[in-house]
């Protein structure tokens, strides 16, 4: 067994026992001899002296952290979207009326102008049924003089009738006819009555004849009409006609028609930015393949989707070549009013008590101080945030150890470019 390790295990253990609970009568012994040796006393004020200063910044209530000395810049304040392309109008051109295509069809897309011919039906019977109604009301007319001359006989008739009451009333009077030949003249006058509205009602019935005929060849001709479908508008086709020989009922699809030139960009913004667009305001867009665009507002909607609390935008962009396509994805820059703001980095940013974002800056006097902000944009190289005066001390480091009133020892950084 070796001595030597528990020699110095008992060394180590008396040195130990010493230095705890022995500690005041070490430190009175040390001190008896310092006292006997001035050129140590010497070199132990030196050491003393050495730390004061070290010991006095411990004991300071001043916190180290870094700043960067900020100064406030003019940017562009605009409103970023993330939305899609949308096609002017879209519209699916129907049948009206029902007959079988007769025409060759047209393949998507091809460029139509308005009014072009798309589905062509076969008119059937409706030729015959034109033929019929404009026999009707030839019919209808060729009464016409018929029906006046009746309606002239009768007033006639009762022109003379009322004479002859006129008449045996006056000789009734002189007692020159009797009484009977006085009902007599009156009751031809009622008949006579009778007659002209009987030839009234004849000229009428033949009137509404006319009316009726007219009416079911308008009928129809508009049915006739309705067997060439014709383009609404100048556009591509988006899909083919119908097939030659196929059968159309109303409302059956004839062909989709897409109006590409001018397209519109879709986008939605939230409630919080919405007061900061305007219409016909200056908008530009990348496509996801890269293309770039511009336009300008067209439409802000005034009802939020109930669903996202967001607002419809709609901004109008040229396209004569055609080669924006409705539905790419887009990303839309809305410009709005320029505004001061600060770069600052993402991780000066706090909160306070309240919950409220902010930064921490120095104060006049050299003390920490929480200012609320408002973000305005997150780029690549930090944050642009707007509520601080033009020049600010901003805390990037140490922020979460201060509170308002805290003094504060600043170590500055060179501001971001």
Known sequence: MKIIPI????????????LVFERDELLSFAQADAAEDPQSTTEASDVVTATAPDEADAESDSIRVYAVKSVAQQI??????????????????????????????????????????LCHLDAGTRSASLAEAEARLAEAKARIPET???????????????????????????????????????????????????????????????QSAEAAIAAVQKDIDRLQVTAPFEGLLETDTSELGSLLQPGGLCATVLQLDPIKLVGFVP??????????????????????????????????????????????????????????????IVSADGTKAHLLPQSALTLNDDGDLGVRTISGDGRAEFVALKLLRDTAKGVWVSGLPEKADVITIGQEYVVDGVAVTPTFEEPKE
């Open 7 to 18: 020699i110095t295990a008992v060394l180590v253990t008396a040195f130990l026992y010493l």
């Open 148 to 210: 006046q001359a009746r309606v002239d006989e009768a007033m006639a008739r009762l022109d003379e009738a009322k004479i002859n009451d006129n008449a045996a009333s006056k000789l009734s009077q002189g007692g020159f006819a009797s009484e009977t030949r006085v009902a007599s003249a009156q009751a031809s006058v009622r008949a006579a009555e009778a007659g002209v509205a009987s030839a009234k009602s004849g000229l009428e019935s033949t009137g509404a004849a006319i």
């Open 271 to 332: 409630e919080t930015e919405v007061d900061r667009i305007e219409i016909g305001a200056l908008s530009g867009a990348r496509l996801a393949g890269g293309q770039e665009v511009q336009g300008r507002v067209t439409f802000l909607s005034r009802s939020a989707d109930q669903t996202t609390r967001t607002f419809r935008v709609e901004i109008q962009v040229p396209n004569k070549d055609l080669s924006i396509r409705d539905g790419q994805t887009a990303e839309i």
């Open 76 to 117: 562009d304040s605009a409103v970023i979207l993330r939305g899609q392309t949308e096609a002017a109008r879209m519209v699916q051109v129907r049948a009206e009326t029902s007959g079988q295509v007769i025409s060759e069809p047209l393949r998507k897309g091809t460029y139509v102008s308005n009014g072009q011919l």
